[in-house]
């Protein structure tokens, strides 16, 4: 593995009810399913897509909180997928978890200071009491609260002061790899700008690698540096963030882009680009696993499963078997009306079941 990479996955697969005589008659769950990855030391990773797509699943399997089913994941080189012990605390040194519910995650018989200081009294037990204290104020202060706060209870802050403790306990151990799972999904929209702009002020001051787990795009488009699509347990396009956003090549990708609400006006129905609820995951369907909602889907998706390409644009990649030929993503505009857009809908759906040629018009 290449000295740039710290966290590398490859081909990890985590199926739920597959195991125990209790379960033997349950469906089989394939929450990630063959995901490979590559993450850079230094950058702001994101795994994007709807809820139930996998991707809290597979953040879980990055920390090794969860065991894969099958594959490997390696950090800085090292297998860690069945990583026990002294092993497995080392590893809990290095990388850090940041959960979405930042109350839940917070033992509530705890003060802020213990719960701020436990990470560094287990892994720098050497450190005296004093010594502890003043690491535990400087942390609070790091994430823009004040030292007096770790006489406190969680109960006494909002949710966003929660997350911000939140945040305090990953740095303790001094991690060199924060996985954030939907972070700021908790918080009121006027607290989640803060707390974003907090995880990038950190990152960018420690060297900190991040790992950010979100449904809506609009949350990572400017904090991430590469971002990874996922659906239905597979990564469907992956490549820099600024490639994505601004030629999204996976209709499921177009759908999610179009989907982002605008303060220009309503912009472009993202239901003019995917049909239907996504599948259970217990009962994925053949071939592309998007195919039953693509307006776009021919024979060969039914039956065979795209791997992901190089577009030959950077590293911009699509598990699609005719992104190259489909047309590129409308542009949303504050002129576009839901009246255009149920048109757009409407001849997109036609055009799928009579499997005729799609063209998409730019309404000016």
């Given amino acids: ?38 993450i850079k030391r230094g ?45 497995l605390k080392a590893l809990r040194r290095d990388v850090q978890f940041i959960f979405q519910d930042p109350f839940s995650s917070l033992n509530p018989r705890m003060t802020v200071g213990q719960l701020v200081g436990e990470p560094i009294e287990v892994h720098a037990p050497a450190l005296g009491k004093q010594a502890r204290q003043a690491k535990v104020a400087d942390l609070l202060r790091s994430v823009g609260l004040r030292a007096e706060h770790s006489d406190r209870y ?28 939907e972070p700021v999904s908790a918080l009121d929209v006027s607290v989640q700008a803060q707390v974003i702009n907090l995880l990038g002020d950190l990152s960018r001051d420690l060297g900190l690698t991040l790992v ?14 590469r971002v990874a699509v996922m659906y239905l347990g597979r990564i469907v396009e992956l490549g820099e963030t600024k490639d994505v956003y601004a030629n999204p090549r996976h209709p499921y990708t177009q759908a999610l882009l179009a989907s982002i609400p605008s303060m220009d006006g309503p912009g472009v129905d993202h239901e003019a680009t995917v049909l239907g609820e996504m599948p259970s995951p217990s009962d994925p369907p053949p071939g592309c696993r998007f195919h039953t909602r693509c307006p776009f889907v021919q024979d060969r998706c039914r039956s065979e499963t795209p791997v992901l390409r190089t577009s030959g644009d950077g590293d911009h990649q699509i598990a699609c078997h005719f992104w190259d030929s489909l047309p590129a993503a409308p542009v949303p505009t504050h002129k ?9 809908r409407f001849a997109l759906h036609r055009a799928a079941s009579e499997g005729g040629t799609v063209t998409h018009k730019t309404q000016n």
Avoid: Y
């Fill in 43 to 87: 950058e702001t990773f994101a795994i994007v897509g709807e809820s139930g797509c996998g991707k809290s699943t597979l953040a879980r399997l990055l920390m090794r909180l969860l065991a894969p089913t099958s594959g490997s994941v390696q950090f800085e080189g090292r297998e860690i997928s069945a990583a026990k012990g002294e092993k």
């Fill in 154 to 181: 969680p109960h006494e802050f909002s949710g966003g002061q929660r997350q911000r403790i939140g945040i305090a306990r990953a740095l303790a151990a001094g991690p060199k790899l924060i996985i954030g799972d």
């Fill in 1 to 38: 593995m290449s000295d740039d990479v710290i966290l590398a996955a490859d081909n990890v697969t985590k199926h739920f009810g597959s195991g125990g005589r209790w379960l033997s008659k349950a469906p089989v769950v394939q929450a990630v399913d063959g995901v490979s990855l590559r």
């Fill in 212 to 225: 950010i787990i979100a449904h809506d795009l609009g949350v990572i488009r400017h904090m991430s540096d």
């Fill in 336 to 344: 576009t009306n839901r009246s255009q857009a149920a048109q757009a």
